[in-house]
C-alpha cells in the first residue's frame, strides 16, 4: 500500500474528525473511505466532461470511470445528459463493451 501525505485546512480537519467520530474508526480509515469515495466521483465527472465535449465516446467514458457501460448510462441519465449516439458510435461502443 502506498502512503501519500497531505496538508489540510481546519475546516477539512473538522470534517474529518466528526467522520472519524461517527464511524467510529480510526483516521487512516476513515480518509482513504472518503479518499476511494472521491476519487472515483472525480473519475465519473472527468468521464461526464470528456463525453459532453464528445472528445470520448460512451465506452471510453465507462472506461474512464472505470465503471460499466450501463452504470455510464444511468450517471448521465441521473444529471439529465442525453445520449448523443451515432449508430456508428453505438456499434463502436457496443463492440468495445464485449471485449
Known amino acids: ?4 501525505s497531505v496538508r489540510v485546512g ?3 480537519e473538522r470534517k474529518i474528525r466528526k467522520l472519524i467520530e461517527l464511524e467510529k ?5 476513515a480518509v482513504r473511505r ?3 469515495r472521491g476519487v472515483e466521483e472525480e473519475l465519473k465527472k472527468v ?9 470520448v465516446s460512451l465506452a471510453k467514458a ?8 450501463r452504470e455510464m448510462m ?11 449516439l451515432t449508430v456508428e458510435e ?10
Not at 500500500?1 to 501519500?4: G, P, S, Y
Not at 468521464?47 to 472528445?55: D, N, T, V
Not at 453505438?90 to 471485449?99: I, V
Open 25 to 29: 474508526s480510526d483516521k487512516s480509515s
Open 10 to 12: 481546519s475546516e477539512l
Open 47 to 55: 468521464a461526464l466532461e470528456l463525453y459532453m465535449s464528445r472528445k
Open 74 to 84: 444511468e450517471y448521465l441519465k441521473e444529471r439529465g445528459v442525453p445520449l448523443n
Open 34 to 36: 472518503a479518499l476511494e
Open 1 to 4: 500500500m502506498a502512503v501519500i
Open 62 to 69: 465507462a472506461e474512464i470511470a472505470e465503471v460499466s457501460v
Open 90 to 99: 453505438l456499434r463502436r461502443d457496443f463492440e468495445e463493451a464485449m471485449k
